[in-house]
């Protein structure tokens, strides 16, 4: 029996309402009896959930991985999908290709039983869990048996043979905000990294250094003693301090001092928290520029922060993709020992 047609973006496996997309939705169609002709059907390994998301489920079950469990299990069975309902947020996954529709099957460069992550949030990605089977709450991965669909317009990236599987999958999970960072930063730019101790902060920091050079300044600001002691060992940044990003006066005084009251010239913003737009905006100047790729960011906050106290700085949305963005974070992997070390340490 011939396939069913799909729609490109996955509208056919919208239950409800009808006629969106498929991330705004609040429920799919997760049957994967039968796949349309466009659609990949992936056995799913590990599920990464992003990080604001899997804070606020670990928040809201206190700790308990059991809790955790059964909050990922009723997202699942109400929505057919992960979007955490709080945050709004997915993540990706880990799995093998178990099949390819009709029409997909000349036009891309996968086969089956080929090892792949997917580049979409899973807030837009039909899943079902038949079992959790274990949670690593220190690197929000999730072990499980299950399913999902990976529509036409899904983007992926096969795991490369040499780098392990959890590693690169931990990397490959914010590889949008080290790409960003290497076509936003500038030789000779101050740069500040909020959440600059954590995953993305890491890589955020390697690919900033490098890019604003000899005659730039990369400053990276952590919540903990540990992971501030963790990225001054890694010696990417001129300048390393911890503080409370959601304290917005005392980071002000703090970058005032550090840029001669020059400010940043861009500020990334990648901690998994609410309530850190007016730091970001108040220590990047006037001319400067504002990349908020946390989850957990308020744009309402951050437009009419910024307005009320008459800050022009430019303000970019976190679009988890661009160009090259797998190539890019697989890459300083490879070319940074220390990185590619601390990274199996903690993720692998």
């Keep these: 029996m011939a396939q069913k047609h799909g729609n490109k973006y996955g509208v056919h496996r919208v239950i409800s309402p009808k006629g969106v997309l498929p991330q705004p939705a609040d429920k799919l169609d997760n049957n994967m009896d039968e796949i349309y002709d466009n659609e990949i059907l992936i056995d799913v390994q590990t599920l990464n959930i992003d990080s604001a998301s899997f804070t606020d489920i670990s928040n809201r079950a206190g700790g308990d991985p059991e809790k955790i469990k059964e909050i990922m299990l009723d997202i699942v069975a109400k929505q057919g999908k992960h979007r955490n309902p709080w945050t709004g947020s997915g993540g990706m996954l880990l799995g093998t290709v178990e099949k390819i529709g009709d029409a997909l099957k000349d036009k891309i460069d996968l086969k089956e039983g080929d090892k792949i992550a997917t580049l979409v949030s899973l807030s837009l990605t039909p899943l079902r869990i038949d079992r959790i089977k274990e949670i690593r709450a220190d690197v929000d991965q999730v072990d499980i048996d299950g399913k999902a669909i990976l529509f ?174 797998a190539e890019i974070t697989l890459q300083e992997l490879r070319e940074s020992e220390e990185l590619r070390k601390i990274f199996t340490e903690l993720y692998a």
Excluded: W
């Design 152 to 325: 036409e317009s899904g983007i992926y990236a096969k795991i490369p043979s040499d780098l392990p599987e959890k590693l690169a999958l931990s990397a490959l999970d914010v590889a949008g905000a080290p790409a960003q960072t290497a076509k936003l930063v500038k030789p000779g730019d101050t740069v500040l990294i909020i959440g600059a101790g954590g995953k993305s902060g890491m890589l955020c920091c390697y690919e900033a250094k490098k890019r604003a050079g000899v005659t730039g300044k990369v400053i990276g600001l952590c919540h903990s003693e540990k992971s501030t002691k963790r990225l001054q060992a890694l010696g990417f940044c001129d300048y390393v301090f911890s503080a409370d990003a959601t304290q917005a006066v005392p980071v002000l005084e703090k970058i005032e001092e550090l840029t001669k009251g020059q400010m940043c010239d861009i500020t990334i913003n990648n901690v998994n928290i609410p309530d850190t737009e007016m730091t970001s905006i108040l220590c990047t100047k006037d001319t400067g520029l504002v990349y908020f790729f946390s989850m957990a960011t308020s744009f309402t906050k951050a437009a009419l922060g910024a307005e009320g106290v008459g800050s022009d700085v430019t303000m970019l949305i976190g679009n988890g993709y661009t160009k090259g963005h």
